[in-house]
């Protein structure tokens, strides 16, 4: 049997992707190191949402290539760059021994088994018309919180992305399944349950035929063991009421929703295809603060996208200025090949595009420096996540995702486990950091 190193790239998808992988090669007697130097098998997990993600997915591939010319090994590459371009990659990179997509990793064994030396393999195929369940998963040993996966693909049609493409049409899991993997994280000490999709809040539409999160959450609440419940990736447009309800009653359910809104102005928005307009945008943020409070919003925005004018973006610069999202991210529109957008007139300046993602990220460290010093007094539940040195340690809030935002350091007079919850007074605040200490 074999030693796998599997280097994942990209989103939260794609980690439980590797996680399932993971799982399924360990089921088969293959054992999964954490170094590439000790393995027989290297897997590179890659991302291709946008040019950056595709430069490093490309660097890394070359990167693992390189520690093959000094030991006999395998090289396999998978995910989202292998199924967008399998045959330039396979004529590009020769060092590569196997490409498969991102409908594969449930064979992912039987494609071991089959490789025969010097016969290099490409397996892409088209997203099944049903969600590929995959039952098994690998948790790292000590993991206190984890990504639980709802549905696959994405029927959006935004004008910019690829994702539908590369991951096929929106498909939801099946209730029983999603419940039955939770159950299993939570035996296993998972504490912080992240609920992912493209879409979390199309869940079930295509199954079940309405909008059913709120009877999923409701289901995962009552699970013993599971602490936190997020939320990531809702669309304004189906937002419900139900949902909102559902978050503002249930304790265990974060007061922190996720919602890529893109921009504001209306002219922007229908090019990029968005089932919002800036009426519907403003009404939503009224909506979500009034039914759920404390809540905090996470958004992202486009700069630069096709034709947005000064005008145009200014609009969206003061929707920021009066909104104050809690989190932001903001992105400088990439051209990706293949989209409607990149088709489009009046593309911008690489140079305009940035200058606009500066400013309003400036913007958002004013904003978040004064909703972070607002909380300082307050106690707050902790996610303890690492511990750094001479008792001081990292950690997250209700309102901090996982690898996208940013939390709170704090100080403890006594030692502290990874994955614990403690109550943290906030003593002072930075641009995205809260600083603390433990109170008992």
Not at 77 to 95: A, F, H, M, T
Not at 161 to 180: H, L
Not at 216 to 221: E, S, V
Not at 283 to 299: A, C, E, F, G
Request: include cysteine; hydrophobic fraction near 40%; charged fraction near 30%.
């Amino acid at each position: 049997m074999m030693k796998v190193y599997i280097e994942t790239l990209g989103c939260s998808k794609n980690t439980v992707d590797s996680e399932n992988a993971a799982a399924l090669l360990e089921g088969n007697s293959h054992t999964i190191v954490d170094s590439p130097e000790a393995a027989d098998v290297i897997i590179v997990n890659t991302c291709a949402f946008i040019k950056d993600a595709k430069i490093e997915s490309i660097d890394t591939i070359l990167e693992m290539a390189e520690i093959k010319k000094d030991k006999e090994l395998l090289l396999i590459v998978s995910g989202c760059l292998s199924q967008r371009y399998i045959e330039d990659l396979y004529n590009e990179i020769p060092e590569v021994d196997i490409f498969i997509g991102v409908n594969e990793y449930g064979k992912i064994n039987e494609i071991l088994d089959g490789y025969e030396s010097d016969l290099r393999i490409k397996k892409v195929s088209e997203a099944p018309a049903i969600f590929d369940e995959i039952p098994v998963r690998r948790t790292e040993k000590g993991a206190a919180s984890e990504y639980l996966r709802i549905a696959e693909g994405c029927s959006n049609a935004c004008s910019y992305c690829i994702i539908p493409a590369i991951r096929g049409a929106y498909r939801s899991r099946r209730k029983e399944d999603i419940i039955a993997e939770a159950v299993m994280l939570a035996e296993r000490g998972i504490r912080e349950l992240n609920i992912i999709a493209q879409d979390v809040t199309a869940y079930g539409f295509d199954l079940y035929g309405g909008y059913v999160l709120h009877e999923l959450l409701h289901d995962l609440c009552k699970i013993e063991g599971i602490h936190w419940i997020r939320l990531l990736y809702c669309y304004e447009d189906s937002i419900t009421d139900d949902l909102l309800k559902t978050i503002a009653e249930e304790k265990k359910i974060c007061k922190y929703l996720d919602i890529p809104l893109q921009h504001v102005n209306d002219r922007v928005l229908h090019d990029m295809n968005r089932n919002s307009t800036s009426q519907s945008i403003h009404d939503t943020i009224d909506r979500v603060r009034r039914i759920v409070p404390r809540v905090h919003i996470r958004t992202t925005f486009i700069t630069g996208f096709p034709g947005e004018s000064d005008e145009e973006f200014s609009e969206l610069a003061d929707f920021v200025e009066e909104t104050e999202f809690n989190r932001m991210g903001v992105f400088s529109y990439s051209l990706e090949e293949n989209t409607v957008a990149a088709e489009m007139n009046n593309q911008l300046d690489d140079n305009i595009k940035e200058s606009r993602r500066e400013a309003l990220m400036q913007m958002q460290r004013e904003i978040s420096l004064k909703l972070n010093e607002a909380k300082i007094g307050q106690i707050l539940e902790v996610f303890v996540d690492e511990a750094l040195e001479d008792g001081t340690y990292n950690g997250r809030t209700e309102f901090d995702a996982p690898e996208i935002d940013d939390g709170v350091i704090f100080t403890s007079e006594h030692e502290l486990e990874p994955g614990i919850f403690v109550n943290v007074e906030i003593t002072d605040a930075f641009d995205y950091d809260l600083i603390g200490k433990v109170v008992e």
